[in-house]
C-alpha cells in the first residue's frame, strides 16, 4: 500500500460521505478540535505504517464529522498531493503543523456547540452491540405497548404504569404467546436502571422444591423496597418475584408459595407462568388475577417475521414466511427461531419453503400421502418397503405420527368410526415411542394395523 | 495399518460426498462465527459423526484431530465413583454419556460444568467456546435429559453442545426446541456403490460392478458396514469374482438360523433350546431391537396377510413392553411362542380347508 494510494482511497470515501450528508447544514464542529488533530495525525502515521485500511476509515469516522474533515482536506488540497509524493517524515510534520494553524483560523469563525460535542463523545464511546444475540431475545417487546394481541392483560398493565396498585398475577396460555416476555416488559417500565435488583426470576431449570421457595424467595420477599430510583426518580414499592413454567413446580412447593404470598403483599408481588393453568393449585389461582394468552393470529407473526426480515436483512421469500406461520401455530418464538437457523444455515442466500421444511424437520407432505395410500392397498410387502425407506431417511418419527394423525382427521373419505379407531392406535403408536420402543417396528405395527382398518370398512 | 473406514474417512466439509448441501449450510454456519447447539441424528453409518468432525476442523482447524484419551471420574451423590473415558482435543471432548448407565445424569452435569468453567486463554485466532459432543443422547435417561436442558441454557457463552443421536423420538421436546437439528439420511444404495469404487480406486483394487452392487445391498444403507464388508471381501479373496460371496455378520446368520428352527417345529422343546440361542446372541451384545426387528422380518416372510399383521401386533407390544421391563430374555421368548402358538394355529387351519 502505498501513500497515494491510501490517501486517493480516503479522499474517495470522505467524498462519499460527503454525498451522503450533504442535507446536514445544521452541523457544527466539535470544540475540541485539537484533540482532533492529534487523531488525524495518528491516523495518518498508522496509514503510513501500513495498518488495515478499513479499520482507520472507521476510526476517522468516530473521530470526527466527515464534512468537517472534507472541508480541512480541500483547503490543503495542494498539500495533500505534495504529501503523496514525498514520504518524508519531516515535510509529513511540517504539513500537518501548517493544516493545525489553518484549523485554528478556520474554527474561530465557528460557534462552538456543546450538544454535539457530547454527541461526539458518545458516538466514540458506543461499543458494537453482540452480534450473535438470539433473535428470540432481540426483539423481545421492550414496553407493554410493544406486546401485540393480548389486549386485556395490557390495558390492566397500563393502568398500574399509572400509578394503580399491581396484583398478583396468574398467566397462561400455550408456549411463545409473551407471558414472560410482557411481566419482563412491564417490570423494565415499572423499575427502570433498578429492574435488576427488584425482580426474582425462577424457572424450571432452577431448582425450585419447596426448600427454595422457604429460603430464596421468603429471604427475597422479605427485604423492603425503597419507593425512590437510586437516580432519585419516584418508583413503586414493591418487587416481583416471576415464577416462569410454574406448573411444573412439585405441589408442596405450591403450597409453601400460599401463605408466602399472602404475607408479604406490602414488598412483594407474584407473577405465576405457565401453560396449564390445571395444574396450578386452587388457593394459588384464586389469590392471583388471571390471563389466558391466545396463539397469536397469522397476521401479527407475519408482520413481525417481516420486520425481522427487514431488520436483519434476511432474504425471504414470501410463501417461506407463509410456511412459517403455518408451521408455527401462533408460536411466535418458534417461528422466529425457525427464521434464524433458516438465515444462520444459508448464509446469505435466499430462503425458500423447502428450506423451511427441511429445517423445521417437517416430513414432506408427499411421503405421509404415500405411505397411507400404500395402508389402504394394504400389502404388507409395500408398507414395509415405505416405512424401512422412512427409517432410513432419518425422518423423526414423532413428527411423522403427528402429520399422519393431521392427514387422517382431516381426510373426506374416510368414515368417522374408522378416523377413531385409527387415532387410537396412533395414541398407543405415540405413547410407546416416547417410552423408547424401537422406530421399526411400532412404525410398521401402526400402518398394519391401519391397513386392516381401512380395508375391513371399506 | 489402519481401516478402510478410518482411512478414507472425509476430513473436511469439502471432501464429503453426499448430503452436499447440507455440508453447505454447515459451512454457511461455521462461518458465521458462532452456532447454536447442534443436534445430529440418522440412521447408523450415515455420516453423522464424520459431519460433526469435519464441522469442528473447520471450526478450529487440525488441531482437533490431535485426540488424546482421558479417564475422568465421577462421584455419583451416593459415594459412587466412575469412571468414564473420554476422547478429547484442546477444543472440543467427546463423551458417550450412556457408559454411565443410570447415573448418567452426574456425568452431564459434572463434565459441562468443567468444561464450560474454564474459559479459552488466548482467545486470539480462536473461538472463545469449546465444544462438548455428547453421543448417544436417545439412550440418556430422562432425568440426565432434564439436567442437560439447564445446563445448555447456563452455559452458552464458554461451551457449545453437539449431540449425535439414532432416532430423535427419546429424546425430549424441550432439548430439540434448544438444538439446531440437523437430519443425515442414509446414503442411496448409489452413493454407497460410488464410494465403494472411490476406496477400492484409492487402494488400487479392481472392484466388479456386480459386487459393489451386492455388497451396497446387504450392507442396509449402512455406509461404514459396506466399507468394512468390501475389506473382509479382499482378505478373503482378492483379486475380486463378481459372484463372490459377500460375507455377512455371523451374528445375523445365527440369528436367521434361529428363525428357520423356530418355523420348522412350535414345542415346548424347541422353545427351550432357542432360549439358549438368545442367551447366545445376549452376551454377545447384539442390540435388543435389531433382534426384534430381523427376527419380524424373517418371521412375517413364511405367514400370510392376515397373519402378517398379527405378527407385527404381537412384535410391537412385547418390544414394547421390554424396553419397560429390565430382563430383556423374557420377552423375547414371549414374543417367540405367541408367535409359535399362532404359527400352530395357521397351520392347522390350513390343513383343515385343505
Not at chain 1, 27 to 52: A, C, H, M, N
Request: charged share 25%; net charge neutral; hydrophobic share 35%.
Amino acid at each position: 500500500m502505498n501513500m497515494e494510494g491510501s490517501n486517493k482511497k480516503l479522499k474517495n470515501e470522505f467524498n462519499k460521505l460527503d454525498n451522503c450528508q450533504a442535507n446536514d447544514s445544521n452541523f457544527q464542529p466539535g470544540s475540541d478540535y485539537k484533540q482532533l488533530i492529534k487523531d488525524i495525525k495518528k491516523f495518518t502515521t498508522l496509514i503510513q505504517e501500513k495498518k488495515v485500511e478499513d479499520e482507520l476509515f472507521k476510526t476517522v469516522y468516530n473521530i470526527a464529522h466527515p464534512r468537517f474533515v472534507k472541508e480541512l482536506w480541500d483547503t490543503d488540497g495542494d498539500n495533500v498531493s505534495e504529501l503523496s509524493l514525498n514520504s518524508d517524515t519531516s515535510a509529513d510534520e511540517a504539513y500537518w503543523k501548517d493544516l493545525e494553524q489553518k484549523m485554528d483560523a478556520f474554527l474561530k469563525n465557528k460557534k462552538i456547540n456543546k450538544e454535539e460535542k457530547t454527541d461526539l463523545k458518545t458516538s466514540k464511546d458506543s461499543k458494537p452491540e453482540v452480534p450473535n444475540k438470539p433473535w428470540v431475545e432481540k426483539y423481545r417487546p421492550k414496553t407493554v405497548d410493544d406486546v401485540v394481541e393480548q389486549t386485556e392483560i395490557v390495558s390492566v398493565l397500563k393502568q398500574v404504569l399509572g400509578g394503580a396498585d399491581l396484583p398478583h398475577f396468574l398467566f397462561y396460555g400455550p408456549p411463545g404467546t409473551g407471558k414472560t416476555s410482557t411481566i419482563l416488559a412491564a417490570a423494565r417500565e415499572l423499575f427502570g436502571n433498578a429492574f435488576r435488583d427488584r425482580i426474582l426470576e425462577l424457572n424450571a431449570s432452577d431448582d425450585r422444591g419447596i426448600q427454595v421457595i422457604r429460603d430464596k424467595v421468603k429471604n427475597f420477599a422479605q427485604l423492603t423496597a425503597s419507593s425512590v430510583r437510586p437516580d432519585g426518580s419516584p418508583c413503586p414499592p414493591y418487587k416481583i418475584v416471576i415464577l416462569d413454567e410454574a406448573d411444573s413446580m412439585t405441589g408442596a412447593a405450591q403450597a409453601a408459595l400460599r401463605r408466602t404470598m399472602e404475607k408479604e403483599t406490602k414488598t412483594t408481588r407474584f407473577c405465576l407462568i405457565c401453560n396449564y393453568v390445571s395444574s396450578i393449585i386452587e388457593p394459588l389461582t384464586s389469590r392471583c388475577m388471571k390471563f389466558r394468552f391466545k396463539p397469536l393470529g397469522t397476521y401479527v407473526i407475519k408482520s413481525r417475521l417481516e420486520m425481522i426480515c427487514k431488520e436483519e436483512g434476511v432474504n425471504c421469500d414470501m410463501n417461506a414466511i407463509s410456511k412459517i406461520v403455518d408451521i408455527s401455530e401462533g408460536d411466535l418464538r418458534q417461528a422466529i427461531t425457525v427464521l434464524q437457523s433458516c438465515a444462520r444455515l444459508k448464509g446469505g442466500d435466499k430462503i425458500t419453503e423447502d428450506d423451511i421444511v427441511e429445517i423445521s424437520n417437517l416430513v414432506p407432505e408427499g411421503l405421509v400421502f404415500d405411505l397411507v395410500e400404500s395402508c389402504k392397498e394394504n400389502v404388507y410387502e409395500k408398507i414395509q418397503l415405505r416405512v424401512t425407506k422412512i427409517i432410513y431417511e432419518a425422518y423423526p418419527l414423532s413428527q411423522i405420527v403427528t402429520q399422519i394423525h393431521k392427514y387422517i382427521t382431516s381426510s373426506n373419505s374416510l368414515t368417522d368410526v374408522q378416523k377413531a379407531k385409527i387415532s387410537e392406535y396412533i395414541a398407543e403408536c405415540s405413547s410407546r415411542l416416547q417410552r423408547g420402543a424401537s422406530e421399526y417396528t411400532q412404525l410398521l405395527h401402526l400402518c398394519c394395523s391401519m391397513g386392516n382398518i381401512l380395508q375391513e370398512e371399506s | 495399518m489402519s481401516l478402510y473406514v478410518d482411512k478414507y474417512r472425509p476430513t473436511s466439509l469439502q471432501k464429503l460426498d453426499y448430503h452436499l448441501a447440507q455440508a453447505q449450510h454447515l459451512k454457511n454456519l461455521v462461518n458465521q462465527g458462532d452456532f447454536p447447539h447442534l443436534l445430529f441424528f440418522g440412521p447408523p453409518g450415515s455420516g453423522k459423526k464424520t459431519r460433526i468432525m469435519a464441522l469442528l476442523r473447520e471450526l478450529y482447524g487440525p488441531g482437533v484431530e490431535r485426540l488424546r484419551m482421558e479417564q475422568l471420574n465421577f462421584t455419583t451423590p451416593s459415594n459412587k465413583k466412575l469412571d468414564i473415558m473420554t476422547v478429547a482435543s484442546n477444543y472440543h471432548i467427546e463423551v458417550n454419556p450412556s457408559d454411565a448407565g443410570i447415573y448418567d445424569r452426574v456425568v452431564v452435569m459434572d463434565l459441562i460444568k468443567n468444561a464450560a468453567q474454564t474459559h479459552q486463554l488466548d482467545s486470539s485466532g480462536q473461538r472463545d467456546f469449546k465444544v462438548i459432543v455428547l453421543t448417544e443422547v436417545d439412550r440418556l435417561t430422562k432425568d440426565a435429559q432434564h439436567a442437560l436442558r439447564r445446563t445448555m441454557e447456563k452455559y452458552i457463552a464458554t461451551c457449545r453442545l453437539i449431540l449425535c443421536a439414532n432416532s430423535i423420538s427419546q429424546v425430549i421436546p424441550a432439548i430439540k426446541s434448544r438444538c439446531l437439528a440437523m437430519r443425515v439420511p442414509a446414503p442411496s444404495i448409489e452413493q454407497i456403490k460410488t464410494i465403494l469404487q472411490q476406496v477400492s480406486k484409492k487402494e488400487g483394487l479392481n472392484l466388479p460392478p456386480e459386487l459393489a452392487d451386492r455388497i451396497a445391498v446387504k450392507s442396509d444403507r449402512n455406509l461404514r458396514r459396506a466399507i468394512l464388508m468390501l475389506e473382509t471381501c479382499k482378505v478373503q479373496q482378492y483379486p475380486f469374482t463378481p459372484d463372490q460371496e459377500v460375507m455377512e455378520p455371523d451374528w445375523l446368520m445365527f440369528l436367521r438360523d434361529t428363525c428357520k428352527q423356530i418355523l420348522s417345529e412350535q414345542s415346548p422343546k424347541k422353545l427351550i433350546d432357542i432360549r439358549n440361542r438368545f442367551y447366545e446372541l445376549l452376551v454377545h451384545g447384539i442390540p435388543t431391537d435389531i433382534i426384534f426387528k430381523v427376527m419380524l422380518d424373517e418371521l412375517v416372510k413364511s405367514c400370510d396377510s392376515n397373519l402378517k399383521a398379527k405378527v407385527v401386533d404381537l412384535a410391537a407390544l412385547y418390544e414394547y413392553q421390554m424396553h419397560q421391563g429390565s430382563k430383556v430374555i423374557f420377552h423375547i421368548e414371549a414374543f417367540v411362542a405367541n408367535f409359535m402358538s399362532l404359527y400352530l394355529n395357521y397351520l392347522e387351519e390350513s390343513v383343515m380347508l385343505e
